[in-house]
T-cell receptor
Framework: ETGVTQTPRHLVMGMTNKKSLKCEQHLGHNAMYWYKQSAKKPLELMFVYSLEERVENNSVPSRFSPECPNSSHLFLHLHTLQPEDSALYLC????????????FGQGTRLTVV | KNEVEQSPQNLTAQEGEFITINCSYSVGISALHWLQQHPGGGIVSLFMLSSGKKKHGRLIATINIQEKHSSLHITASHPRDSAVYICAPRKGAQKLVFGQGTRLTINP
């Protein structure tokens, strides 16, 4: 248990569906991250939020839309996804954007059918 | 060429064996992390180091900044050590880059 909780753990969705992934931390951290892990590929950073402001967006398609309503919660809204978007989506948090240690959630395994 | 290369990609060993996983990187870094990912997907940070060597229980991590190389060692390996181990150098102030991971299986 790292203190970062992701829900749901598993999600199957159709290409026309809209769904959201949720990440929650009560560690008092100010930075939160979304990562994507596809099969046989390294982790890819998608978004970084610091103090509820998006500070990094690594060329992620607009069908992925992050939201950070407060420093404890981070969402990833999904719509009109493609089968190649099927992956493990991991949330992480750290004390600040420049902190050396990040705490990861368990991930949401997403399957797009 | 990837910025981070791990070897081996897959490693199977018997319980009790000494395990070494290697990581080479090509970028300038401020620190390097070793992460452990269990089959369920969750990731745990094992070490963060910027020089020398760190030890935690049966795990030892070393780094040679000049040679841009780090190793993770596991002594007296156990089936519960079976996981994917990921090397993640930190570029600059905050950006982590990730290796592809080494899948370790320890058989009883």
């Amino acid at each position: 248990e790292t203190g970062v909780t992701q829900t749901p753990r598993h999600l199957v969705m159709g290409m026309t569906n809209k769904k959201s992934l949720k990440c929650e931390q009560h560690l008092g951290h100010n930075a939160m991250y979304w990562y994507k892990q596809s099969a046989k590929k390294p982790l890819e950073l998608m978004f970084v939020y610091s103090l509820e402001e998006r500070v990094e967006n690594n060329s992620v398609p607009s069908r992925f839309s992050p939201e950070c309503p407060n420093s404890s919660h981070l969402f990833l809204h999904l719509h009109t996804l493609q089968p190649e978007d099927s992956a493990l989506y991991l949330c992480a948090s750290s004390q600040s954007q420049g902190s050396t240690e990040a705490f990861f959630g368990q991930g949401t395994r997403l399957t797009v059918v | 060429k990837n910025e981070v290369e791990q070897s081996p990609q897959n490693l199977t060993a018997q319980e009790g064996e000494f395990i070494t996983i290697n990581c080479s990187y090509s970028v300038g870094i401020s620190a390097l992390h070793w992460l452990q990912q269990h089959p369920g997907g969750g990731i745990v940070s094992l070490f963060m180091l910027s020089s020398g060597k760190k030890k935690h229980g049966r795990l030892i991590a070393t780094i040679n900044i000049q040679e841009k190389h780090s190793s993770l060692h596991i002594t007296a390996s156990h089936p519960r050590d079976s996981a994917v181990y990921i090397c993640a150098p930190r570029k600059g102030a905050q950006k982590l880059v990730f290796g592809q991971g080494t899948r370790l299986t320890i058989n009883p």
